[in-house]
């Protein structure tokens, strides 16, 4: 093979592999898109969620009942732990603080920003 002809499948190679990077890029940013696509119907369907429950939680279509039957239980563990979470705070003499730095330190912070009672 003489140097034209090698110089000539280098760049054929290249210009591939270049061709092939753009490709890889654009598949990247499509699956991120439709990974952001994905977490606003997630969202969506959270929401749609809440108004049903807000709307319907108390009598709900027989299709839901068991659904609205759990979240109606659920909510009422957490009132319950948060009125042990009261006592225990008030018998230890525990601060806000000290509940704070606790969440912190175990990753929980935001955890009640998530929850919508």
């Given amino acids: ?9 280098v760049t054929e190679l290249a210009q591939g592999g270049v061709s092939k990077a753009k490709e890889l890029m654009e598949i990247g940013k499509l699956k ?6 994905a977490d606003a119907i997630r969202k969506a369907y959270t929401e749609i969620g809440k108004l049903y ?10 299709a839901y009942a068991a659904l609205c039957a ?14 042990r ?3 225990i705070k008030s018998a230890a003499n525990l601060g806000d ?3 704070a730095a606790m969440d912190a330190e175990i990753g929980l912070e935001d955890a009640d ?3 919508e009672l």
């Fill in 53 to 62: 429950f807000a709307q319907h939680g108390m009598d709900p279509d027989p």
């Fill in 113 to 115: 920003d998530d929850l």
């Fill in 85 to 87: 979470i009261t006592d």
């Fill in 70 to 83: 759990k979240i109606v239980e659920s909510k009422e563990r957490i009132a319950y732990n948060d009125e």
């Fill in 32 to 37: 991120v898109n439709n990974a952001t696509e």
């Fill in 1 to 9: 093979m003489d140097f034209e002809a090698l110089k000539n499948r």
């Fill in 97 to 99: 603080a000290d509940i």
